[in-house]
């Protein structure tokens, strides 16, 4: 495994795992059929004697396993969560991805050996809440939020006794990394509760004057000409009459894509990079992760990264850089 640069790679199904494995990933990332997880949809996570099978399968191949159990336990009834936990330890996970303090505090007393990583969910973006989860929970990891410059993680990783990982590709979260009120609103289901935002149950398309509409529950996120492509009704991904003019008004629908930034986040301190996209086909994963591992194999050799096009698999068919360059500024 390279020493420079960890590849964290989306495992939404087993399938997904294996492709993760077979194009390059240094580690996949993935989550239980339940609530426990922020990507909690049907068709997607693993039962118990799935992910068994995929950390055999990974470990094999010389890739580690991560389990995000990274939503926030219900108020008296915290069993669930506790169980996840037990269980990737028993099936051979290397490390947990947690958000809730209560739960970050019953892995730390009961499967102190199971290796703890801080989840984008806690949104924790300044040294002084990290330096907290490390020294009360022994976080060895922190995932950091998307609203951060290269130069802000280069100054929190100068401050730090802990590793650091940043998202380099895939879908945007703009409403504190997926604690989204606007989607609760709406469905009365939680992405920090439940696991789902924008739930399939809650979507409908209706077309109606030459256009066709997406809604989410009662509400209608967008309109599509009829020469425009029907995107999923993600609330904050909407298009908006505000003061008499439409736009997006709260996110594009736009990919975030640094794979051209990764020699700056080495300079940073990075650790791990991660790939967003556990929703996704394998096929996406298998694309996305094969060319990031043939950037950071050349990075890591002193070469060029070789040029990619991987605007067939963005949102929208647009790429931007995000926060690492902040331009609206």
């Given at each position: 495994m390279t020493d420079l640069l960890e590849l964290v790679c989306p495992a939404g199904t087993p399938a997904s795992l294996r492709a993760a494995v077979d194009a390059g990933a240094h580690t996949v990332y993935l989550g239980f059929r339940d609530e426990t997880n922020a990507r909690n949809f049907p068709g997607l996570n693993f039962s118990r004697p799935e992910l068994e099978e995929g950390v055999s399968y990974a470990h094999e191949n010389g890739t580690k396993v991560l389990v995000a159990i990274n939503t926030f336990p219900e108020a008296g009834d915290p069993s669930p969560w506790h169980a996840a936990v037990a269980d990737a330890e028993s099936c051979g996970a290397d490390a947990v991805i947690l958000a809730d303090i209560g739960l970050l505090d019953h892995a730390t007393k009961n499967h102190p050996d199971l290796r703890r990583h801080l989840s984008v969910q806690a949104s924790a973006s300044n040294a002084e809440a990290i330096r907290f989860y490390h020294e009360e929970f022994d976080v060895?990891?922190?995932?950091?939020?998307?609203?951060?410059?290269?130069?802000?993680?280069?100054?929190?990783?100068?401050?730090?006794?802990?590793?650091?990982?940043?998202?380099?590709?895939?879908?945007?979260?703009?409403?504190?990394?997926?604690?989204?009120?606007?989607?609760?609103?709406?469905?009365?289901?939680?992405?920090?509760?439940?696991?789902?935002?924008?739930?399939?149950?809650?979507?409908?398309?209706?077309?109606?004057?030459?256009?066709?509409?997406?809604?989410?529950?009662?509400?209608?996120?967008?309109?599509?000409?009829?020469?425009?492509?029907?995107?999923?009704?993600?609330?904050?991904?909407?298009?908006?009459?505000?003061q008499g003019s439409v736009s997006y008004l709260f996110e594009d629908p736009t990919s975030l894509n640094a794979i051209e930034m990764l020699g700056q986040l080495v300079d940073a301190g990075v650790k791990a990079l991660k790939i967003e996209g556990r929703q996704r086909g394998r096929a996406y994963v298998a694309e996305v992760v094969r060319n990031f591992r043939a950037a950071v194999d050349a990075l890591e050799q002193g070469d060029t990264a070789p040029g990619v096009d991987l605007s067939a698999v963005t949102e929208g068919g647009r790429e931007t850089t995000g926060a690492y360059d902040k331009i609206w500024r």
């Open positions: 060895k990891r922190v995932v950091l939020p998307r609203v951060l410059t290269v130069q802000e993680i280069k100054a929190l990783n100068a401050d730090l006794a802990v590793e650091t990982e940043v998202f380099v590709f895939g879908g945007l979260c703009v409403m504190a990394e997926g604690r989204c009120s606007l989607s609760s609103y709406v469905t009365g289901k939680a992405p920090n509760m439940n696991g789902v935002c924008s739930p399939a149950s809650h979507v409908r398309y209706e077309e109606n004057d030459g256009c066709m509409k997406s809604k989410l529950g009662d509400f209608t996120i967008n309109s599509f000409g009829a020469d425009e492509p029907a995107g999923y009704p993600t609330l904050c991904k909407g298009r908006f009459s505000v």
